[in-house]
């Protein structure tokens, strides 16, 4: 385990504690030219992409409420319902 010293956005430098991978990953990182850095990070954002990130399980959790309530089961009589809007669109005839 190593403890880095890493600067934030707001100029603070804050302690961080990583892995010799994660260490060794941000060497290379670092070595690796400005114009080079583009590609290098739309490979990450592709990596994050196919372990799922928060955004799309909260997504996933919000479309399977809907399916849930979707999916309530309404018994209707079809016949009464097909009087009844019938009736109030045309009046009743009295045909039996």
Known sequence: MYIAYMQC??????A?????????AIDLLERIPE????????IMQGI????????QTARDKAFEKLESLRRKDVHLNYDEELKSYREG????????
């Open 9 to 14: 956005s707001l100029g603070i430098r804050k």
């Open 16 to 24: 961080v504690k990583m892995t010799a991978l994660r260490k060794d």
């Open 35 to 42: 114009d080079k850095l583009f590609f290098i990070v739309q």
């Open 48 to 55: 994050n992409g196919l372990y799922g990130e928060a955004e």
């Open 89 to 96: 669109k045309y009046g009743s005839a009295d045909i039996n």
